[in-house]
């Protein structure tokens, strides 16, 4: 009597400790994972494991910087590793005060060559460039993580900051996979650039088979010893046997080397038994002129169907009706759509689009009374 029948544990379980809690005799910490595709992962992390990746991001994305911003949570991972990149390097570290205006001064004062952003820190950062009227003089590099940018998102935030606007790829189980300037290729979002040398890649289809580099699939790495982490409490390797981990996102590979994401196994919308990539109706959208930003995902509707949900950051005069019958022109009916104009597209708290709360979102407004 008084005991549940179930115990229902979702993300509310996951907290912070209160204390210090040793994870071994030789040092390391336990990180949770951002939970885009469910509950956040636990991942052990030796000391030798986290100052490998620390030091790969080093000579794989090198900076001179003496003094850097970074724009990241102390507490959250990626923070973590940029407070312990700097000391390993050596430059002076700005940690984000109370407002992004106080910040933006901070960085002008301080001289700041180099800030490492989330996609939402970089936004907010370029509304405070534009309110001030000018950037800061000294800087000359922004390193967005944790999420990708848009060539478009890029090349505005290139002429807001006068300055190189750098997209990194990776993960928490990965470390650093690619780095690219979206700007440079407008004409092929999802760009993340050449994968890094000491990552062995390969793509593999539905089937588990390889696939070539332009037909495209999930793509697998095989990782360095040092970088091979764990689950946390079983101990249980994340790699197979060979070290091949895969990561859940799918592209393929350019004439040249750099990969194109075009999303992840998890975000597939399955409209009437049809499943697409995200980034196959993004891709589609940005071809629409007056369109700052976009986000695909799934839009339910009052019959339970789904339908292809498109949240659009609009220019002045952009024009939703003609928008509507483009998409609708090229998709015709296998992939019924539903337009949502925003100010700015949700992010998850480690930076990436919140796909989910845009769907809740419509599933709000359509719940409500007439």
């Not at 910087?65 to 002076?92: K, M, W």
């Not at 629409?288 to 009052?302: L, M, Q, S, Y």
Request: contains cysteine; proline residues 8%.
């Amino acid at each position: 009597k008084g005991v549940p029948s179930e115990i229902v544990v979702d993300g509310s379980w996951i907290r912070s400790p209160r204390r210090a809690v040793p994870v071994s005799d030789r040092g390391g910490i336990v990180i949770a994972t951002s939970g885009t595709t469910g509950l956040p992962k636990l991942r052990a992390f030796s000391q030798a494991a986290l100052l490998a990746m620390i030091e790969r991001n080093l000579k794989y994305r090198p900076d001179d910087a003496a003094t850097v911003y970074l724009g990241y949570g102390a507490a959250s991972f990626p923070g973590v590793q940029g407070i312990l990149r700097q000391l390993v390097s050596g430059a002076t570290q700005l940690h984000a005060l109370d407002t992004p205006t106080e910040t933006l001064a901070e960085i002008e004062r301080v001289g700041v060559t180099t800030a490492y952003l989330p996609p939402s820190g970089f936004l907010a950062l370029m509304e405070a460039v534009e309110a001030a009227g000018r950037p800061p003089e000294q800087l000359r590099r922004i390193i967005v993580g944790g999420g990708a940018l848009s060539p478009q998102q890029a090349a505005l935030g290139e002429a807001a900051f006068g300055c190189e606007i750098i997209n990194t790829y990776g993960s928490a189980e990965t470390g650093s996979i690619a780095h690219h300037r979206p700007a440079l290729t407008p004409a092929a979002p999802g760009t993340v650039g050449p994968i890094y040398p000491d990552l062995q890649a390969r793509l593999v289809g539905d089937d588990g088979q390889e696939r070539s580099a332009d037909e495209g699939g999930e793509l697998w790495l095989r990782l360095p010893q040092a970088l091979r982490l764990t689950e946390f409490p079983s101990g249980a390797p994340l790699c197979d046997a060979d070290g091949w981990l895969a990561t859940g996102d799918i592209g393929f590979l350019r004439p040249g080397g750099d990969l194109v994401l075009t999303g992840r196994r998890s975000e597939l919308l399955n409209v009437g038994g049809n499943k697409a990539a995200p980034s196959r109706f993004e891709a589609l959208a940005r071809r629409f002129p007056g369109i700052v930003d976009i986000a695909a995902f799934r839009a339910p509707d009052a019959s339970g169907m789904d339908h292809v949900g498109l949240a659009v950051v609009p220019e002045d005069g952009f024009d939703g009706h003609a928008f509507e019958a483009f998409m609708t022109g090229h998709l015709g009916r296998l992939y019924p759509i539903h337009v949502l104009k925003l100010d700015r597209l949700p992010m998850s708290a480690s930076g990436k689009i919140d796909r989910a709360a845009l769907t809740d979102l419509v599933a709000r407004d359509r719940d409500q009374p007439a």
